[in-house]
């Protein structure tokens, strides 16, 4: 297989290391709006399918596709699935080649596994083909792009890309004269604070998402790297249960334990996210899309009162990058159309009119340097990509991330110490990778 030839840190498992100037630089390498009067010449269908995950992209997909329709006079079905079902659905339809979905959104992190089986088109071949509008896909970070190109094609548009970042009250930081965390010994000094205080009944210091598989993965990844640790060395062999990868565990686990709520081992995005709205946290280890929520007033008791900020750091402050993009299925009937649509809901218009006030964290370049100044949490991350990474995106990636979910779940719930916990999951990680085949020299 390709990727045991690869090492790790040489592709996507590297620190994606990305720059303020990125989003300054490339603006004026813009290529041309697309053409949306190049209509697909192939059978025009009554409906087509979108997959996708997140609730603030559905809401965006939704709104596209209202416009979509009255242009162009095809129906669009969105389908949003949550994240436990997600990869099981998508795969069980392209495995059976029964082209369900048109159009499926997916994490960068899912890229090899996708492309290396055949399951999604290079977009390439459509903006590239002179009857249908040619994308700007150079209005996008080249880093996050490539995360999903091999061998010269582009597999995806980005319009997601984002790290995760450190919510936290600002009343109650200014009432105590405090500033965010820049050090992990700074955010359990002030968890503390807050946490079992006469003075802040029923607020918790802290909050993150622990729940079982890829949200305690996730949201631990940003700790074990924060703490110098990773996951593999350079020939695949599990490195993530080494002295660095275990006091990084017992942290997480002890900040979850004393300064989150009873509740807090289930929380996954959805939960930590509504617990932070109704004011039970001073702060949050959070994904900025759920930022807009926190601003409205219609369900959010803390409008006005949200601050963000990067995540602290014990040596380096190296949040987890999240990317999200579009792909059309190779099992589509409509590919044409698919990628139409994909290219509409990703123009230039449609990302500040659309996706930008449903609180999708946009990736395109010329929209993200307008942001900065007016969206809250637009500084926090793009301080946080001058240094981030993604766990490694080999076809192997999700049953590795339960091992690593339910690993970090076990040392949460008090059923495991670190070390056992981690030394466990590694020899069932090394038997997947070894299985298929990456230590075959």
């Given at each position: 297989m390709l990727m045991k030839r690869i090492k790790y840190g040489g592709w996507m498992g590297i620190a994606v290391v990305l720059t303020l100037c990125l989003f300054i630089c490339l603006t004026t390498a813009m290529a041309a709006v697309p053409d949306f009067s190049k209509i697909p010449k192939g059978p025009k269908p009554e409906k087509l399918t979108v997959v996708l995950y997140e609730p603030v992209e559905q809401k965006a997909a939704i709104e596209v596709s209202k416009i979509f329709?009255?242009?162009y006079g095809i129906k669009v079905e969105v389908n949003a699935i949550p994240w436990s079902f997600l990869h099981e659905k998508i795969i069980a339809d392209l495995t059976a080649q029964t082209g369900t979905y048109d159009v499926i959104f997916i994490p960068g992190l899912w890229a090899l596994e996708f492309i290396d089986a055949g399951y999604i088109e290079p977009l390439s071949q459509f903006w590239d083909n002179p009857d249908l509008p040619k994308f700007d896909i150079e209005d996008y970070p080249s880093s996050v792009v490539?995360?999903?190109?091999?061998?010269?094609?582009?597999?995806?548009?980005?319009?997601h890309g984002t790290t995760q970042i450190l919510f936290y009250r600002k009343d109650l930081f200014e009432g105590e004269g405090l500033k965010p965390p820049e050090t992990y010994d700074e955010l359990?000094?002030?968890?503390?604070?807050?946490?079992?205080?006469?003075?802040?009944p029923d607020i918790w210091g802290f909050g993150t998402t622990p729940k079982q598989g890829e949200n305690a993965s996730s949201t631990w990844s940003t700790w074990l790297w924060s703490w110098g640790g990773d996951y593999f060395d350079d020939k695949w062999n599990p490195i993530f249960n080494n002295e660095k990868g275990v006091e990084s565990l017992k942290a997480y686990a002890e900040a979850v334990n004393k300064f989150s709520p009873p509740d807090a081992p289930n929380w996954a995005n959805e939960e930590g996210g509504a617990a932070f709205q109704q004011g039970r946290l001073a702060m949050l280890q959070m994904w900025p899309y759920l930022g807009a929520a926190m601003e409205d007033p219609s369900q959010s008791k803390v409008v006005g009162k949200v601050g963000y900020a990067p995540l602290p750091k014990k040596e380096l402050c190296f949040p987890r990058l999240g990317s999200w993009g579009g792909t059309v299925s190779k099992f589509s009937k409509y590919k044409d159309w698919a990628y139409f649509?994909?290219?509409f809901f990703d123009s230039k218009e449609n990302t500040d009119n659309i996706l930008v006030p449903s609180g999708v964290a946009v990736d395109r370049i010329s929209t993200a340097e307008k942001l900065k100044d007016k969206i809250a949490w637009q500084d926090a991350v793009n301080k946080s990509f001058v240094h981030t990474k993604e766990r490694p995106g080999i076809p192997e990636i999700t049953p590795i991330i339960d091992v690593w979910g339910l690993a970090v779940s076990k040392v949460v719930t008090?059923?495991?110490?670190a070390k056992a916990a981690l030394d466990e999951a590694a020899v069932s990680i090394?038997?997947?990778?070894?299985?298929?085949?990456?230590?075959?020299?």
């Open positions: 329709e009255q242009k490539n995360l999903l190109s091999k061998n010269g094609k582009t597999y995806w548009i980005p319009h359990f000094q002030i968890a503390a604070k807050f946490t079992n205080n006469p003075k802040y649509w994909l290219a008090g059923q495991s110490e090394r038997k997947i990778l070894d299985d298929a085949g990456y230590y075959n020299q």
